[in-house]
């Protein structure tokens, strides 16, 4: 295989690649979206006509795991609809820190109403706040608890509908509350709610055993979602229960796949860990002591509507004989996926992998350097889209010595191309031959063909690790480049289709071809760089190769046209530094640039059709027929 045929097999695959990714992105990943919700709607259509003795089958508790008690929710018929109802309806303790504001609820001592005080759900100053928690009655309820559960007979445990009392009216990070309970038959339930400034809750519980005989509990935890929550069903990154358990790896289920599973439930067991959901910003997870053993699972209620999503551990027994009492410490994270404060928790309070609360991927050695490099530059220079121009230059910087090996080894492929020809004139039915004769002459030559397909081969990891960067992090969302870009994260929002603007319609109405109609200023220059970029090289002989080639630019701009704008000013940049870089390397070596003459083909005409490639794109005089 020589270097023209290796340079086109692996633009093939990279190409095909990142077709399959657009295709799920853009197509697949909706469709199964508006199907699933299609379902969904037909469920609720179900459950609304089920008769009286269904409705008290939902109000039963939450699936229990083996040999623990875990409690469920309880969904009672009628009740508020709306979040204000939901929370007027039962006493509180408001929650006030830099970062959060919310209410414990002390109907049952939960975390049930949360939002965060940082974060918008658009770029408008006036945008309603993040809400991260939200209490049962309306739609898409959302919360976390932990304490005990009685294990055997005629240990009355606080559920569910436990009303508790507070010492405090409002939690911060310097003022404690603490809930107690009394169950009126010798044990007293206290449960004490701290937090520190950003997003992690720690909540102690104790009961003291004042009875005459020894009781046994189990601490556990959990965190609860009512219906499918909306995802955006990106095969770049997941959404649904997340978890580690013991030194295990990061355990990751989706709504979907839990929806299939016989049983709806998976279940784990290990020494410490952590477990909850993940979106694509947020996060709640539940955090055991990480030294002690832990029974978890995932679940999902099999005949309830809406559905309930739970993610719970329960921990070792305790039993204590008359007078003694038992403790235990579960950490409740709730908040922005940030990565330092994410990170900072692993550190100092020993969370096993806590870091894979963010979805880092495949290329986790890669994505989370780049992140740090490109957020350590963005400190310097106070712009992220600036920071990732930086460090395109750094990663072609770093590559540079294996660019220019590559350029000198397609510049000794371009000069013995007339061997090559000579060799398969010489041997026109046999193949092998060609092979093996042409391999001989790269050895004489010292020519590597495949030097010039690796820069690109070794590129193509680090570009899907700026794309996991860019999509993924939350230090990106609503992040301002210049002008227009006022998030790096969205696509840019400009369109060709409605002349930027002039004309009043939106084109992503379109079913399934909206999407690759989202085509603005970023894209077409991103398409304007890919093709001077493609010019820089000698057209293939291959029509098919050669209409493949001319089409690559505009397939890859309507692609990248719904995807994040930062990723699309990369490989903007990218592709401008590309050409620059080859062509600075190849006339250095003294090697034609063939991109003038290629540009010159393309607009001259009667030229073009009847240049002789071999006489360097001029005519070849007319010969007088012989007789």
Not at 196 to 218: C, L, P, Q, Y
Not at 330 to 350: H, M, P, S, W
Not at 418 to 430: E, G, S, T, V
Request: glycine residues 8%.
């Amino acid at each position: 295989m020589n270097s023209e045929d290796t340079r086109n097999l692996f633009l093939a695959i990279a190409l095909s690649v990142l077709v399959m990714a657009g295709w799920q992105y853009f197509y697949a990943g909706p469709i199964a979206q508006r199907e699933h919700q299609q379902r969904e709607q037909q469920a609720k259509v179900e459950a609304a006509a089920r008769n009286a003795a269904t409705q008290a089958q939902e109000n039963s508790a939450a699936q229990q795991p083996a040999g623990a008690a875990v409690p469920g929710a309880a969904k009672a018929a009628g009740g508020p609809t709306t979040i204000e109802a939901a929370l007027a309806a039962s006493p509180r303790v408001a929650i006030d820190t830099p970062s959060l504001g919310g209410s414990i609820n002390l109907r049952g001592g939960k975390l049930d109403d949360l939002v965060l005080k940082d974060y918008r759900e658009t770029i408008a100053k006036d945008s309603p706040l993040i809400r991260l928690f939200s209490p049962a009655g309306p739609a898409d309820a959302y919360w976390a608890e932990a304490g005990f559960v009685g294990v055997g007979e005629g240990v009355m445990a606080p559920n569910y509908d436990t009303l508790w009392t507070a010492d405090q009216k409002t939690l911060t990070p310097g003022q404690p509350v603490t809930l107690t309970w009394n169950n009126g038959h010798g044990l007293t339930f206290r449960r004490v709610f701290a937090v520190d400034d950003k997003f992690m809750f720690t909540i102690t519980d104790s009961v003291a055993n004042s009875g005459g005989e020894a009781v046994s509990v189990r601490p556990y935890a959990l965190v609860l979602r009512r219906g499918t929550p909306h995802v955006g069903g990106y095969a770049v990154l997941h959404e649904g229960f997340v978890g580690v358990f013991g030194d295990g790896g990061v355990q990751e289920v989706t709504y979907a796949k839990i929806d299939k599973e016989t049983g709806r439930t998976f279940s784990f067991k290990g020494d410490g860990g952590w477990l909850g959901f993940t979106d694509k910003y947020w996060g709640a997870a539940v955090i055991p002591d990480q030294t002690e053993p832990i029974e978890a699972r995932f679940t999902a209620t099999a005949d309830q509507q809406p559905i309930d999503y739970q993610a719970d551990f329960v921990g070792p027994q305790k039993t204590r004989a008359p007078g003694e009492s038992a403790e235990a410490t579960t950490r409740i994270f709730a908040g922005a996926k940030e990565v330092n404060t994410i990170d900072n928790y692993q550190k100092t309070l020993g969370i096993k992998k806590f870091d894979l609360m963010i979805d880092w991927g495949w290329f986790y050695f890669i994505t989370k350097p780049l992140f740090r490099l490109i957020d350590a530059i963005y400190h310097v220079v106070g712009n992220f889209g600036v920071a990732i121009l930086i460090v395109t230059v750094m990663v072609k910087l770093a590559f540079f010595p294996l660019a220019n090996r590559s350029y000198q080894s397609m510049a000794k492929m371009k000069k013995i191309q007339p061997q090559i020809a000579a060799l398969k004139d010489l041997y026109p039915d046999d193949k092998v031959k060609q092979q093996q004769e042409q391999m001989a002459l790269f050895k004489k030559e010292g020519v590597n063909p495949v030097a010039g397909c690796l820069p690109m081969v070794i590129q193509i990891p680090v570009f899907f690790a700026l794309y996991k960067v860019i999509f993924i992090t939350i230090e990106m969302r609503h992040a301002p480049f210049f002008g227009w870009i006022k998030d790096l994260s969205a696509p840019d929002p400009t369109n060709v289709f409605t002349l930027f603007g002039l004309i009043p319609w939106n084109p992503m109405e379109i079913p399934v071809f909206g999407h690759f109609l989202m085509i603005g200023i970023w894209p077409l220059i991103m398409g304007v760089s890919m093709f001077f970029q493609m010019k820089m090289n000698p057209e293939p002989a291959d029509p098919v190769q050669k209409t493949m080639f001319a089409w690559m630019p505009v397939i890859f701009t309507f692609m990248l046209g719904a995807f994040p704008a930062g990723l699309v000013i990369y490989w903007t940049w990218n592709n401008t530094l590309t050409v620059i870089q080859q062509y600075y390397i190849m006339r250095k070596a003294g090697v034609k640039v063939e991109l003038w003459d290629n540009l010159g083909r393309l607009f001259s005409r009667g030229e073009a059709k009847t240049a002789d490639p071999t006489a360097g794109g001029k005519t070849p005089p007319a010969k007088t027929p012989t007789r």
